[in-house]
């Protein structure tokens, strides 16, 4: 894949990246895991591959030699050659191919997983007869929390306001964290806190009495107060919001976070199954 | 010897904080870096990372395989104090010295000076004066966290992170810091030095005023 003309920000991520955190290297990785793997999933990728994220506008890519493609996350009108290609479905291209982003439609962030096709000579863009369809990644249901530590040091009115009533995203946000915009938060007392361990989805009040979601892109510590937690089910649903989008959360508990977690785990293992028998019946139908 | 005293929390759904306590001492940190050892010699199952700081040991688990494995966060904590409840001896290794020169002119100088009362030629002095400890590295690739500062110079982070630059040296609380690549930050920027060196947790440093 070759760049023709760069994008706001391109850059190619993976799953996290853990075991470096006590150097200060933070795990980071692709801010909506779950379309980064589903396209992964789509072209028969590992889980640990790469794949192309960017914002809007998107850079334009022209393909070297015959592939398999899938756009998955943030629909900014992928076209192909000019011409409008679908979402989440396995695309082949040939050699000079050129992939672009006409407008944005829904969605923060796009991601281009792709596969060289080192056996087959692909003459023309080809959609492969099969796609999936996770909305789940778009509903505009409340972002699930738990209590943080400094939960119980902000005041109860306080504590209404951050789940009764709607946050603004804030221009100020990007990949490392969200800033989120709503009448200032009131702490009981101020805390002097020691620096510590913080993880993606930590909810940080400032001592302005705003409030920051940690990200992907996170540091490894913090000596903020910890709010509270996105719980990580919800991250890649937060990951497809960007500035200017409202959104309201909702306390829940572990035991519906490690549930929610292992479903959505249990889905992707479904969708990488079923993406590696189409590849493996198309690939002997094809032969 | 009987264990510290330690309060185990939830970090969102995938980690766990074991909080030896809430301020700065030396003991503190020495069982936190003893029981870093003890973490990473014998890792509990779906460990990731073990990140030590000031006064606790966080430990980020695959949430995958505790919920499936082992009853959750819940059970972890259960594992957690078992270990914890073992007898352990680690030795840390002793750090080195660091003498890092320092221009004292960061942009806060002057703020800090008139919120501690002080002139900026004694904020100099007292910073300069004293050993520091580099108790872990944190919230940036290679940013070692050392202390403690002197409590005449203590200061509060500053309300909004602003655009800080790499080599830029700060307060915040009893703590100060080097910054070793650009970044947004909340510490009060006292002094800035074009000398940061590789730290590991447990070296010792001190600052020496240049004229720039």
Known sequence: MKLIKKGLLDTWQSMPVFGMQHEGIPPGGAMDSFSLQIANALVGNDVYDKALEMHFPAGVYQWETSSLLAICGADFGACIDNIPVPMNQPIKVPPGALLSFKNPVYGQRVYVANRPLRDEQVSRVKLLPWSMNPENVFTDDPIRILCGREWDQIKACSQQMVLGKPFTISAASNRMGYQLIQEPLKMLSAPTMLSSAVTAGTIQLLPSGQVIVLMAGHQTTGGYPRLAHVISADLPRLAQKGPGDNLRFTLTDHTTAEYEWIFVQNYLQQVRNVCALKLHQHRFDHR | ?212
């Open chain 2, 1 to 212: 010897m009987k264990p510290m005293d330690y309060q185990l929390f939830e970090l969102g759904d995938t980690a766990v904080t074991i909080e030896f306590g809430t301020e700065l001492s030396t003991d503190i940190h020495q069982e936190v870096m003893k029981r870093f050892y003890q973490f990473q010699s014998f890792p509990l199952p779906g460990t990731l990372d073990l990140i030590p700081a000031y006064a606790s040991l966080t430990i980020v688990f695959d949430l995958g395989l505790v919920a499936s494995r082992f009853q959750g966060l819940a059970g972890m904590k259960t594992l957690i104090e078992e270990k914890l409840a073992e007898p352990f001896s680690a030795i840390i290794p002793e750090g080195r010295l660091h003498e890092i020169p320092c221009q004292y002119e960061g942009p806060d100088l002057a703020s800090v000076a008139s919120a501690c009362g002080l002139s900026e030629q004694e904020i100099i002095r007292i910073h300069s004066e004293k050993e520091y400890t580099v108790f872990f590295l944190g919230f940036l690739p290679g940013f070692a966290y050392m202390g403690t500062t002197d409590e005449r110079i203590t200061i509060s982070r500053k309300a909004k992170p602003v655009p800080i630059q790499a080599g830029d040296i700060g307060l915040a609380g009893n703590q100060t810091g080097i910054y070793p690549i650009a970044s947004p930050g909340g510490w009060q920027i006292i002094g800035r030095t074009n000398s940061i060196p590789h730290f590991r947790a447990g070296d010792r440093v001190r600052f020496i005023p240049v004229i720039a």
